[in-house]
T-cell receptor, first 111, second 115 residues
Framework: AQSVSQHNHHVILSEAASLELGCNYSYGGTVNLFWYVQYPGQHLQLLLKYFSGDPLVKGIKGFEAEFIKSKFSFNLRKPSVQWSDTAEYFCAVNAYYKLSFGAGTTVTVRA | EAGVAQSPRYKIIEKRQSVAFWCNPISGHATLYWYQQILGQGPKLLIQFQNNGVVDDSQLPKDRFSAERLKGVDSTLKIQPAKLEDSAVYLC?????????????FGPGTRLTVL
């Protein structure tokens, strides 16, 4: 079955630590890839997206993600997190004109 | 630019009752989506409209769920009758074009609790 998998359910780290969240998908063919973020008490918002071109994409707030086609992966990274990065992060894949989400990773940044 | 509006924000009902949710997309956005997000899971697409036509409702439980977007602008999602497993956050999103290459903008959601 086609799916989007996020490797970690909950990540806890200290400020200034580096963050990497894994995302793998099982769709074949052309896909468009997204990372969405939901801060506490706020609605889902786009962090970054990949449609084509440079597989390393940069988003808001210092986040970046790398698309590795051979590994069906789209991992999210941030070199140095802040307390304000505490949120839930969702990987999403658009395939066959439908957006499918992973289960999400809760990131808690300790001050 | 105003975002996607949804109401109510919270709803508590008993099983077998009916409930309706309302969504007003971003002005000018042709495509509207309804998602169901159960606790601990990512959003799951229920139905997608392009203007006032249904593009995809393959994951909508049609025996109890219905949705409409009569004038191609705002939309309502109805559950009748509700079951315990319908407890979830119902998200509305919109995009200016279709889902393939366009960013979807999400509303705040309606949290439904079925007792």
């Amino acid at each position: 079955a086609q799916s989007v998998s996020q490797h970690n359910h909950h990540v806890i780290l200290s400020e200034a630590a580096s963050l990497e969240l894994g995302c793998n998908y099982s769709y074949g063919g052309t896909v468009n890839l997204f990372w969405y973020v939901q801060y506490p008490g706020q609605h889902l918002q786009l962090l970054l997206k990949y449609f084509s071109g440079d597989p390393l994409v940069k988003g808001i707030k210092g986040f970046e993600a790398e698309f590795i086609k051979s590994k069906f992966s789209f991992n999210l990274r941030k070199p140095s997190v802040q307390w304000s990065d505490t949120a839930e992060y969702f990987c999403a894949v658009n395939a066959y004109y439908k957006l499918s989400f992973g289960a999400g990773t809760t990131v808690t940044v300790r001050a | 630019e105003a975002g996607v509006a949804q109401s109510p924000r919270y709803k508590i009902i008993e099983k077998r009752q009916s409930v309706a949710f309302w969504c007003n997309p971003i002005s000018g956005h042709a495509t509207l989506y309804w998602y169901q997000q159960i606790l601990g899971q990512g959003p799951k697409l229920l139905i997608q409209f392009q203007n006032n036509g249904v593009v995809d409702d393959s994951q909508l439980p049609k025996d109890r769920f219905s949705a409409e977007r009569l004038k191609g602008v705002d939309s309502t999602l109805k559950i009748q009758p509700a079951k315990l497993e319908d407890s979830a956050v119902y998200l509305c999103a919109s995009s200016s074009e279709g889902p393939s290459t366009d960013t979807q903008y999400f509303g705040p959601g309606t949290r439904l609790t079925v007792l």
